[in-house]
């Protein structure tokens, strides 16, 4: 299996414009997670779904943040509008079972907003 | 709400002695616990964990973990460190009451000096 793929690796943009960050998940995995890291804050948990539904948004900073999950196959992360405070690493990790299961993470998206 | 402590930002040891990484959580509910390491631009990977049974749990690279109840912690331990092992460890905690949310700890750096 080719992990979970994040994509873009990089984004640069500039305050004002729309991100969109994607994520396919390991496929068989039933739980997606988004994070977000800095070095002021850390490992921020934004929102998790369990078989394409979200279970819990309330790490999402603002009503900028959205995501989506329209299959088992694949998740998006959306800034609308994108502010420089959103610059960090955006991470998608699944995780294979219900409760129990560790976290298999991406490569990351590294956000930059000009 | 769960949460997790790391309390040292770094750990500096010489090779071939023994490293501890500490780390203590807490829960309402049984505590489900994981250590993730990350390296340079990459994202994170999964260590080893604890759910039940022994206290002592056994991971990679020759990692290991004692969970220990009373004191509600989750030392990452081995036994003769590498210089290779130099990187950011994460401690994370599941609440097994609490659907799917993982929550990690702040991180700390580990140097091993050649």
């Known amino acids: 299996d080719a992990g979970v793929i994040q994509s873009p690796r990089h984004e640069v943009t500039e305050m004002g414009q729309e991100v969109t960050l994607r994520c396919k998940p390991i496929?068989?995995?039933?739980?997606l997670f988004w994070y977000r890291q800095t070095m002021m804050r850390g490992l921020e948990l934004l929102i998790y779904f369990n078989n394409n539904v979200p279970i819990d948004d309330s790490g999402m900073p603002e009503d900028r943040f959205s995501a989506k999950m329209p299959n088992a196959s694949f998740s998006t992360l959306k800034i609308q509008p994108s502010e420089p405070r959103d610059s960090a690493v955006y991470f998608c990790a699944s995780s294979p079972s219900v409760g129990q299961g560790e976290l298999f993470f991406g490569s990351g998206t590294q956000l930059s907003v000009l | 709400a769960q949460s997790v402590a790391q309390p040292e930002d770094q750990v500096n040891v010489a090779e071939g002695n023994p490293l501890t990484v500490k780390c203590t959580y807490s829960?309402?509910?049984?505590?489900?616990l994981f250590w993730y390491v990350q390296y340079p631009n990459r994202g994170l990977q999964f260590l080893l964990k604890y759910i039940t049974g022994d206290n002592l749990v056994k991971g990679s690279y020759g990692f290991e973990a004692e969970f220990n109840k009373s004191q509600t912690s989750f030392h990452l331990k081995k036994p003769s460190a590498l210089v290779s092992d130099s990187a950011l460890y994460f401690c994370a905690v599941r609440d097994d009451g609490g659907g799917f949310k993982t929550i990690f700890g702040a991180g700390t750096r580990l140097f091993v000096k050649a």
């Open positions: 496929s068989g995995h039933n739980s």
């Open positions: 829960v309402s509910g049984n505590p489900y």
